[in-house]
């Protein structure tokens, strides 16, 4: 499958996980950086849409250590992006 191709469908799952909370971060992160990333990065986000919505959820929000196999320059911008989004609202 080809970059393209595969950040469209990274892009789908990042915006219909079945969980709420992560479908508006994922998908908002998604939104505006999926187009953007590195091959290597986008392997790596491909990989962490794999775990498990809560485990996910936790990584992001700091509330568990994520593993080495997600403890990624991908899931650090998408905890910053999450926080960001946080202060804003405040």
């Known amino acids: 499958m080809d970059q393209n191709n595969l950040k ?3 892009l789908y799952q990042s915006t ?5 909370e992560l479908d508006i971060i994922l998908g908002g992160f998604a939104e505006k950086f999926l187009m ?3 091959s ?6 491909q990989e962490l849409l ?3 919505d809560n485990d996910i959820y936790e990584w992001i929000t700091k509330k568990k250590i994520p593993p080495k196999k997600y403890d990624t320059e ?3 911008e998408i ?8 202060e804003k609202k405040l």
């Open 16 to 20: 219909h996980r079945g969980c709420k």
């Open 74 to 76: 991908i899931l650090k």
């Open 50 to 52: 794999n775990a498990q």
């Open 36 to 38: 953007k990333l590195e």
């Open 8 to 10: 469209k469908k990274l």
């Open 40 to 45: 290597k990065s986008t392997l790596d986000y």
């Open 79 to 86: 905890i910053s992006y999450n926080t960001k989004q946080h």
